[in-house]
């Protein structure tokens, strides 16, 4: 069991134990140890999104990486997947972004990424975790390492983005409203979607250190709907703070989540022979009704645990180029190694100038089924298989639902919550069996000392 690694690297309260200055020095001495050898000088690539703590761990990070004698690469505010890009691109031995994603601007997390763009293994992470253990053993004054910052990685990213985009077609006569969410993609979205031709309505672009994804971006998304409605905009795009998910809304301001994104795109790539094994990787929560939806097109879904790593997994194992979660991480392996909200938005605008249709027309071939989600956030997690009683009222609902629904029950790789999730094609049905699980999680919880603090939808 790794200690400090979550789904999705290192998250948690800035400045609190472990996500702290002198924590994240020894951090980035441990990332070095593991690349650092006497044949060459390493160097490690580091990133953040736009979080006041953002200066706090990127100065500590490349301190921890310099004394171990391996170089940074500072590329600034850029999003989770260009540093990615990046990485690969520089031929660097490791990339490192520091963000919480879509969390709240006093949340603060560190991802990583190989050589090649990929996530770390948790092989890898363990390794990692060994070495915070251990007492590290610094190289000599000679021997240290040096700090570069590029930068021109905005420009970079941005141009690599447009060459996902059909040269043949443009973004001409389209007003898109885009939500930053004050946040990485800030200055990049912007620039790529303006350069392919499109009119643009920026909102949430300003970042302070504090309003990262204050109720705006990926998460928050009536802000984007709105103005959508207000400005008459054909559409509306949304980023999360560190740029890797995307949410959508047409120009009705209705919102399209990540598994209509992925239908959108799985159906036109099956069309035209670029989606592999006509297959798309999906999460357990993705939800049955796009599954559905995809048979009809002879497209099959295949299902991994939550979070996109995983998702990418059994992506390169089967071969599959598209994948994704409904909360927008979408995963288009032609073009990036992770979920990439800036080309996922150019592939969905692809389809829509390819068609010739508004998003409102695009979505109507996926119903997608009532879908509760309930959060139970506690202050300790119990074992999930001593709620005896929670376990026995979730298998008696899953018999009454059938083939019609489904129940997921988990604890979050990135909180300390418990997800409820319940669909089925009666939504006060499914709330009320919601209802009666997030009753039972509580009350055995709290009889096992685990704290139930808050609970919201």
Not at 129 to 147: D, T, Y
Not at 344 to 351: D, E, F, I, N, T
Request: net charge neutral; glycine share 8%.
């Amino acid at each position: 069991m790794r200690k400090y690694f979550g789904t999705d690297g290192i998250r948690g309260k800035a400045n609190c134990y472990p996500l702290t200055a002198d924590f994240t020095l020894k951090l980035g001495q441990a990332v070095a140890r593991t690349f650092k050898d006497n044949v060459k000088k390493h160097s490690i690539v580091v990133g953040k999104d736009t979080r006041i703590s953002g200066y706090m761990f990127e100065n500590a990070m490349v301190s921890g990486i310099c004394s171990m004698g391996v170089n940074a690469i500072l590329v600034g505010v850029l999003p989770t997947p260009a540093v990615a890009l990046m990485t690969k691109s520089l031929r660097a031995d490791a990339g490192i972004m520091i963000s919480a994603s879509h969390n709240p601007y006093d949340d603060n997390g560190i991802k990583f990424f190989s050589s090649e763009g990929f996530k770390f293994s948790d092989d890898l992470e363990l390794e990692i975790e060994k070495f915070l253990e251990n007492k590290s053993v610094h190289v000599s004054s000679q021997n240290i390492g040096k700090a570069l910052r590029i930068e021109t990685a905005i420009w970079r990213y941005v141009e690599y983005v447009k060459t996902t985009f059909d040269r043949d077609i443009d973004l001409k006569g389209l007003k898109i409203v885009i939500d930053c969410g004050n946040g990485a993609s800030y200055k990049v979205a912007p620039l790529a979607i303006s350069e392919l031709g499109a009119n643009i309505i920026l909102i949430n672009n300003k970042p302070d250190g504090y309003n990262i994804n204050k109720g705006c971006g990926a998460v928050h998304t009536e802000h984007m709907s709105e103005t959508v409605v207000n400005c008459e905009a054909d559409l509306g795009i949304s980023f999360d703070g560190d740029g890797d998910r995307l949410i959508m809304a047409d120009e009705n301001g209705e919102i399209i989540d990540g598994d209509i994104i992925m239908g959108i795109c799985a159906k036109h790539m099956k069309k035209n022979g670029a989606l592999n094994h006509s297959t798309v990787v999906a999460t357990v929560m993705t939800n049955i009704g796009l599954e559905l939806s995809l048979k009809k097109e002879n497209i099959n879904i295949i299902r991994s645990a939550v979070g996109d790593r995983y998702v990418l997994d059994k992506m390169l194992k089967g071969g599959y180029n598209l994948g994704g979660e409904q909360s927008g991480h979408i995963i288009f392996l032609d073009y990036n190694t992770t979920g990439d909200a800036l080309i996922s938005a150019l592939q969905v605008l692809k389809v829509a100038k390819r068609c010739n249709k508004p998003l409102s027309e695009l979505k109507k071939d996926f119903a997608l089924y009532p879908q509760i989600l309930k959060n139970i956030f506690i202050a300790k997690k119990v074992p999930f298989d001593e709620l005896v009683e929670t376990n026995a009222k979730i298998l008696d609902i899953r018999e009454k639902l059938g083939s019609g629904g489904r129940v997921l029950v988990r604890y979050s790789g990135t909180e300390n919550a418990l997800r409820v999730m319940l669909e089925g094609e009666d939504q006060q049905i499914i709330n009320e069996y919601a209802d009666d699980i997030k009753c039972s999680v509580k009350d055995e919880i709290n009889k096992s000392k685990g704290s139930c603090t808050t609970s919201k939808e």
